[in-house]
């Protein structure tokens, strides 16, 4: 099984500037806890202190929501794309 992992410029930086790559991961736990052997810069920036998601991190699977797709329970399937989008705040 083989997903692809997509991400935008601002933590592509974290992975020596590769804004897409392919990863063995069956579900979001395996997902970042695969990053913190293959990109710990990344996962330093997506993980917080207690090895979880950030809130600031929104993940889609094929450009939905995983938080309505069963969140960290659910499970990638072979050919998912995979995007990792951090919030943007701002305003007035």
Not at 27 to 43: N, V
Request: aromatic share 8%; glycine share 8%.
């Amino acid at each position: 099984m083989s997903i692809r992992i997509v991400l935008p410029t601002a933590l592509a930086r974290h992975t020596e500037g590769q804004k897409s790559f392919e990863s063995q991961a069956q579900d979001l736990p395996g997902l970042l806890a695969e990053f913190e052997l293959r990109y710990p810069a990344l996962a330093q920036n997506v993980k917080d202190t207690n090895g979880k998601l950030r809130r600031f991190v929104n993940v889609y699977v094929n450009d939905e929501d995983i938080r309505f797709l069963g969140g960290e329970d659910h499970r990638f399937a072979d050919g998912d794309e995979v995007m990792l989008i951090p919030s943007i705040a701002g305003g007035c």
